[in-house]
C-alpha cells in the first residue's frame, strides 16, 4: 500500500519581479520521510521551503500539506496551520540572548492556539520545555543563558523550540551550516532519530554528509526539479 503524502506540491510557479524563482515544480514527500533539497545558491530551495511551511503564499500551482491545501488559506488560516502543525530549524538558531534554554524552547507556549505539544494549554511550559531538552541531550542546561552553549547546543535548543507543539512537519534550512563536523553528525543522528518517531523531514542542504543521511534527495537547478532519488542516503551513522 502507497505511503500518504505529507507535501503534495502542483505546479509550483515564482517569481521575484521578472525574475522566475520556481518553474513548474510538482513533487510529493511521504509521511516519516527524511527527505533533502539540494542545489546551488539561488536554486529556489528556501523558497520552495517558504512554500511547503507556509510562509509564502504569494506563488501560482497548488500546495497540499499535512491534507489542507495551502494555496487556499488567508494569512490568519496560515499562521494558525504553521503554529499548530510545523516546525521550523534554521542555520542561525535564531535564540533570544536574554531568556534562558528554556524560556526560549517555551516561547511557542505564548503565540498562537495551543498545539498537541501543549496539550491544549494544560501542561506547564517550563514542565515542556525541560522535557523536550532532555529529549535533545541538553539535561541539565535549562537555566543556562544561550551566550553559555556551543553552536551545536544551540542548534539543540532550536530543534526542541520546534518540537515544542508537536509538530507532524519540520522543516529546516541549513540546520548544520554554522556546526563542526562532529557535531554535524550528532545533529543529523538526532534528525534521523526524529523520522523515525514519524517526523517528516525536508532539509535544505549544501552538505553531502546531510544529504547522503537523507532517505531521498531532492535537487533543484534553475528553480527545476532535476532528480528526486529515492534511497540516496545510507543513514546518519554513516553521515
Known amino acids: 500500500m502507497a505511503t500518504e503524502a505529507a507535501i503534495k506540491l502542483k505546479a509550483i510557479e515564482k517569481s521575484y519581479g521578472r525574475q522566475p524563482v520556481l518553474r513548474g ?31 509564502d503564499s504569494t506563488y501560482t500551482g497548488t500546495c497540499e500539506v499535512l491534507g489542507q ?35 526560549n524552547v517555551a516561547l511557542p507556549a505564548f503565540f498562537g492556539r495551543p498545539g498537541k505539544g501543549d496539550a491544549a494549554g494544560v501542561v506547564d511550559p517550563q514542565l515542556r520545555a525541560y522535557e523536550l531538552l532532555k529529549r535533545v541531550g541538553l539535561a541539565g542546561r535549562e537555566q543556562d543563558y544561550p551566550n553559555a552553549l556551543s553552536g551545536g547546543q544551540k542548534q539543540r535548543v532550536a530543534i526542541a523550540r520546534a518540537l515544542y507543539r508537536g509538530p507532524e512537519l519540520m522543516l529546516c534550512d541549513e540546520p548544520t551550516g554554522n556546526l563542526d563536523s562532529d557535531t554535524g553528525r550528532q545533529i543529523i543522528a538526532l534528525f534521523d532519530e526524529l523520522c523515525h518517531e514519524g517526523l517528516t523531514l525536508v532539509i535544505v542542504t549544501h552538505e553531502e554528509r546531510v544529504s547522503r543521511a537523507a532517505r531521498r534527495v531532492i535537487r533543484l537547478e534553475d528553480g527545476r526539479l532535476t532528480a528526486a532519488t529515492s534511497e540516496d542516503g545510507a543513514g546518519a551513522a554513516t553521515a
Request: hydrophobic share 40%; with cysteine; net charge negative.
Open 25 to 55: 515544480i510538482t513533487l510529493e514527500i511521504a509521511r516519516g520521510e527524511l527527505c533533502a533539497v539540494v542545489g546551488t545558491s539561488g536554486s529556489g530551495k528556501s523558497t520552495l521551503l517558504n512554500i511547503m511551511g507556509g510562509l
Open 69 to 103: 491545501r495551502l494555496d487556499k488559506l488567508s494569512d490568519t488560516q496560515l499562521s494558525h496551520f504553521r503554529n499548530s502543525h510545523v516546525g521550523f530549524v534554521f542555520q542561525h538558531f535564531h535564540l533570544l540572548d536574554h531568556l534562558t534554554v528554556a524560556e
